[in-house]
C-alpha cells in the first residue's frame, strides 16, 4: 500500500484559477519530487527538493512552484492555470543517503485545465 | 535526439507469453539501470534494479544490460493478465539514482490476454 498519497485523483479547472496539488508522505523520506507525464512521452522532473526549505528545479521548465516547510508535506501551485497545464502530476519521494533507495511514487493528480 | 528510446507498444500477447520490453540509450555514462512497472490510474514502483552489464533475475523478471550495445531489455517469463501495465525503464549516470538523476524511457504498455 502506499505512503505517499496525492489529492485530489483529478481536477478540472477553468483557465486563470490558482490551484494547489497536494502530496504528502508518512516514510519520513527527505527528498520529495514532481514529475509530470503525458501519454506517449517520458516522466519529466519538474521540482524537486531534499529537505525542508530546499527546492529545486528539474529539467522540465514549469510555471509552477513548490515549497517545502515540513518533511512529509510537498506541495505544488500554479498562480493562474492554463490549457498547457492540462496533465498528469506524480508525486515521489526517496530515502536520503541510501544511494539504491528506489522512487515511490504517489497515484498522481490528473489535471485539466479548460 | 533523446537520450533514452523505448518502443511505446502497446503490446499485446496471449497468456503464458514470454514478453521481452527493450530501451536503448545513447549516453554511454549510464550505469545504472531500472524497470518501473505502472498500473493503471496508479504510480509506477520499481520493479528491477541492476548495475553495469548482465542479467539479473527476479522470479518470472530477468533484467538484461548489454552496455557495448547501449541496449536494455526486461523479461518476463509465463506472463500473466496481472502483468497488463506500462513498463518505463530508466537510468542513472550516478551511484545515487536519485529522481533527480534519472532519465526515463516512454514506457511500453503491455496486455496480456486470458
Known amino acids: 500500500e502506499a505512503d505517499i498519497y496525492q489529492t485530489p485523483r483529478y481536477l478540472v479547472i477553468g483557465t486563470g484559477k490558482k490551484i494547489t496539488l497536494e502530496c504528502s508522505q508518512t516514510?519520513?523520506?527527505?527528498?520529495m519530487y514532481w514529475y509530470q507525464q503525458d501519454p506517449g512521452m517520458e516522466l519529466h522532473l519538474i521540482h524537486y527538493s531534499y529537505g525542508v526549505n530546499s527546492t529545486e528545479k528539474g529539467d522540465l521548465s514549469s510555471e509552477s512552484t513548490v515549497s517545502r516547510i515540513r518533511t512529509e508535506h510537498f506541495p505544488l501551485t500554479l498562480e493562474s492555470a492554463r490549457p498547457s497545464h492540462t496533465s498528469q502530476y506524480l508525486c515521489?519521494?526517496?530515502?536520503?543517503?541510501?544511494?539504491?533507495?528506489?522512487?515511490?511514487f504517489g497515484n498522481g493528480t490528473r489535471l485539466t485545465v479548460t | 535526439q533523446k537520450e533514452v528510446e523505448q518502443d511505446p507498444g502497446p503490446l499485446s500477447v496471449p497468456e503464458g507469453a514470454i514478453v521481452s520490453l527493450n530501451c536503448t540509450y545513447s549516453?554511454?555514462?549510464?550505469?545504472?539501470f531500472m524497470w518501473y512497472r505502472q498500473y493503471s490510474r496508479k504510480g509506477p514502483e520499481l520493479l528491477m534494479y541492476t548495475y553495469s552489464s548482465g542479467n539479473k533475475e527476479d522470479g518470472r523478471f530477468t533484467a538484461q544490460v548489454d552496455k557495448s550495445s547501449k541496449y536494455i531489455s526486461l523479461f518476463i517469463r509465463d506472463s500473466q493478465p496481472s502483468d497488463s501495465a506500462t513498463y518505463l525503464c530508466a537510468m542513472s549516470t550516478s551511484r545515487e539514482t536519485s529522481g533527480s538523476r534519472l532519465t526515463f524511457g516512454e514506457g511500453t504498455q503491455l496486455t496480456v490476454n486470458p
Open positions: 515521489a519521494s526517496s530515502e536520503y543517503g541510501n544511494y539504491n533507495s528506489p522512487l515511490h
Open positions: 516514510m519520513g523520506h527527505d527528498k
Open positions: 549516453n554511454s555514462a549510464f550505469q545504472y
